[in-house]
């Protein structure tokens, strides 16, 4: 059965002719895509001289992540391989996405994680659309180990990073950006995990650059957690540590294409603290409307950290020049990590229950 969607929108009905599919290939999608690109007048006086912030808002996916754009072309083509089932080893976003793309299918989906160590809330959506989850006798090494060895031998296919159509469907964020501003902006801002992303947002640009879609190429700034910084310290991190659990990576995925792309963009990594994350977290939320999962912060954070004078000597950032425009790509939905976000709160206001009371608190 091949499944199309009544509309043209979703990632592949819209960028069909830019992705590896053909006419052979089920469309499975959830209308993902098409995410709004916020103008954030905020940060852009902020940033002052002229300079436009934009924000990509990814949580507005349908499972609250970008990992939708890349499990849509991930999913349609094991299922036009013949694929019964898919497999990955993910706790986040990754199987939420690849549980729901299977739903839609109507195939199975398997989570291998490590026993012990599995939060239920990170998991909630895996289980809801429905997939396999299970818990094996050894370490999240071991779980990606089996999904290799698994996605070798049996026809189930893998959809974690490795494989290679979720960067296809991912790089469409950027044909998206380009189309909302008229042209690719001067820097792309966003947070960097397994750096699949960073890579997908730059074989996009490239690919429109080359197609005389853009008159330029953005630079690519990418920003790790501290405590979870491989590319920027040029070495595996062995126990990588972070509230931003979606950036919690010691040893990327997609390393050496990540370098290409900040190379070959004239762009660079940098690392932002959890502390300046979680302050972006709230100041992004509370002063724009936009609440996003810590690790999207990242990229919030890591524009503050530019600005900051007194960050001056140790900044990595290339110069800013007046009238840039600027794109921040926000990964994922605040609602994501509920437990962070009441961390980050204060307390409810106690009062009795008079008008005037209320109407003090509110400074009235
Ligand atoms: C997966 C993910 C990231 C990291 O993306 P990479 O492609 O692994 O670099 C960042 N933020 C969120 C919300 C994610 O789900």
């Not at 808002?57 to 609250?64: A, D, K, S, V, Y």
């Not at 960097?192 to 005389?212: D, P, Q, T």
């Not at 990588?240 to 997609?254: F, K, L, M, Y």
């Amino acid at each position: 059965m091949i499944l199309r969607p009544l509309n043209d929108r979703g990632v592949i009905a819209r960028w069909q002719q830019y992705l590896p599919v053909t006419d052979a290939t089920p469309f499975v999608s959830l209308n993902e895509g098409s995410t709004p690109l916020i103008h954030s007048p905020k940060l852009s006086r902020r940033l002052g001289q002229d300079c436009e912030v934009y924000i990509k808002f990814e949580g507005l996916n349908p499972t609250g992540s970008f990992k939708d754009r890349g499990m849509t072309v991930a999913l349609s083509k094991a299922v036009e391989a013949g694929a019964q089932a898919v497999i990955c080893a993910s706790t986040g976003n990754t199987s939420a996405a690849a549980a729901a793309y299977a739903a839609r299918a109507s195939i199975t989906c398997a989570v291998l994680l490590p026993a012990g160590k599995i939060a239920f809330g990170k998991l909630a959506q895996a289980f809801m659309y429905g997939a396999k989850v299970i818990a094996i006798e050894g370490n999240f090494d071991d779980a990606l180990r089996l999904v290799r060895e698994i996605g070798e031998t049996e026809s189930i296919a893998i959809v974690n990073s490795i494989n290679p159509h979720r960067l296809e469907g991912q790089k469409t964020a950027s044909f998206e950006i380009i189309e909302d501003l008229g042209d690719a902006p001067d820097f792309h801002v966003l947070p960097v995990g397994n750096a699949g992303n960073i890579s997908a947002y730059w074989m996009g640009y490239e690919e429109f650059h080359r197609l005389g879609k853009s008159t330029k190429l953005p630079a690519m700034i990418g920003f790790q957690a501290a405590g979870s910084a491989p590319i920027y310290h040029r070495r595996v991190i062995e126990q990588p540590e972070t509230v931003a659990s979606a950036i919690r990576i010691g040893n990327p995925a997609s390393w050496e294409f990540a370098n290409r792309a900040l190379h070959t963009s004239g762009g660079v990594i940098d690392i932002v603290t959890d502390e300046e994350i979680l302050a972006a977290q709230l100041w992004l939320a509370s002063n724009e409307g936009i609440f996003v999962e810590p690790a999207s912060a990242a990229s919030i954070a890591g524009l503050f950290k530019s600005l900051d004078p007194k960050r001056h000597c140790e900044r990595r950032l290339p110069p800013i020049p007046p009238g840039s425009r600027i794109v921040c790509t926000v990964t994922g939905h605040g609602l994501k990590d509920p437990d962070v976000a009441r961390d980050q709160c204060g307390g409810v206001i106690p009062a009795p229950a008079e008008k005037d009371a209320i109407l003090r608190l509110l400074g009235a």
